[in-house]
């Protein structure tokens, strides 16, 4: 589905990331030029080789940030074929890329964002910022903003018919706070809700909780160049899976 270009303002991911390759990039051009006078041409090339490496990686991680997400996201939502009456729910929404995108789909559906408004996640990050985004976009009447922690939502059981995240779980540092974000998803969808997880790292350990927890249709798939966060390394896996039908199916 061809959808109209953003009007909403929607910052840099991880700000500090795309600063810090902009300054090795940077650095690296400069000590090429200290050692190739000093040590000789040699060492000066391969300085500048990894400068090449780290401007390539800042290209990309714009990239992704600025363009390859809001691709990539248009075209999982396209899959998801919302029917336009669903409860969505976006772990991590920040400034709305992936949340405002949702709430286009849907007619007499909700788009339920939830954050801890973090600019060390997002430049600009503040619940403000997204409703300003959703007004541009045109859905405010469809989305409802929240303040809370993934490992403890806000909500009560089977409130959502779709769960998204984009990039956001892996902010949680420890493994079992972030098996309980997966944990916390899983309960606020309805029996056979969908769950659609984007993140850069512990796709396996997500692929594994859900598994444990009786999710059906548990896959992983890589995203592709589009959001390779500076190079291949740090690409983007999806995650994708069905509550069971019966509840108590799932684990404890």
């Given at each position: 589905?061809?959808?109209?270009?953003?009007?909403?303002?929607?910052?840099?991911?991880?700000?500090?990331?795309?600063?810090?390759?902009?300054?090795?990039?940077?650095?690296?051009?400069?000590?090429?030029?200290?050692?190739?006078?000093?040590?000789?041409?040699?060492?000066?090339?391969?300085?500048?080789?990894?400068?090449?490496?780290?401007?390539?990686?800042?290209?990309?991680?714009?990239?992704?940030?600025?363009?390859?997400?809001?691709?990539?996201?248009?075209?999982?939502?396209?899959?998801?074929?919302?029917?336009?009456?669903?409860?969505?729910?976006?772990?991590?929404?920040?400034?709305?890329?992936?949340?405002?995108?949702?709430?286009?789909?849907?007619?007499?559906?909700?788009?339920?964002?939830?954050?801890?408004?973090?600019?060390?996640?997002?430049?600009?990050?503040?619940?403000?910022?997204?409703?300003?985004?959703?007004v541009a976009e045109g859905v405010r009447d469809r989305v409802e903003l929240r303040t809370g922690d993934m490992?403890?939502?806000?909500?009560?059981?089977?409130?959502?018919?779709?769960?998204?995240?984009?990039?956001?779980?892996?902010?949680?540092?420890?493994?079992?706070?972030?098996?309980?974000?997966?944990?916390?998803?899983?309960?606020?969808?309805?029996?056979?809700?969908?769950?659609?997880?984007?993140?850069?790292?512990?796709?396996?350990?997500?692929?594994?909780?859900?598994?444990?927890?009786?999710?059906?249709?548990?896959?992983?798939?890589?995203?592709?160049?589009?959001?390779?966060?500076?190079?291949?390394?740090?690409?983007?896996?999806?995650?994708?899976?069905?509550?069971?039908?019966?509840?108590?199916?799932?684990?404890?």
């Amino acid at each position: 589905m061809t959808r109209a270009a953003r009007r909403g303002s929607y910052g840099v991911d991880a700000p500090y990331v795309l600063f810090g390759l902009a300054c090795g990039a940077v650095g690296l051009v400069f000590a090429g030029i200290g050692v190739g006078i000093g040590f000789g041409a040699p060492l000066a090339a391969v300085c500048y080789v990894l400068a090449a490496v780290m401007a390539v990686g800042f290209a990309l991680y714009l990239n992704a940030t600025r363009r390859g997400k809001f691709q990539v996201w248009s075209e999982i939502l396209d899959e998801v074929a919302l029917r336009g009456d669903e409860r969505l729910l976006d772990l991590g929404c920040g400034r709305g890329a992936v949340l405002l995108m949702a709430a286009e789909r849907l007619t007499t559906g909700r788009a339920v964002g939830v954050d801890l408004w973090r600019t060390v996640d997002q430049s600009g990050n503040a619940m403000d910022v997204t409703e300003r985004n959703s007004v541009a976009e045109g859905v405010r009447d469809r989305v409802e903003l929240r303040t809370g922690d993934m490992t403890e939502l806000p909500f009560g059981d089977g409130e959502f018919d779709v769960v998204v995240s984009n990039v956001a779980v892996h902010n949680i540092k420890s493994a079992e706070g972030r098996a309980r974000a997966i944990d916390e998803a899983v309960r606020v969808l309805r029996p056979g809700g969908r769950l659609f997880i984007a993140d850069i790292v512990a796709a396996a350990d997500y692929r594994r909780r859900l598994t444990e927890l009786g999710a059906a249709d548990v896959e992983t798939r890589p995203l592709g160049w589009r959001m390779w966060w500076g190079g291949p390394w740090m690409g983007t896996r999806l995650v994708t899976a069905a509550k069971a039908d019966d509840p108590g199916a799932s684990a404890p």
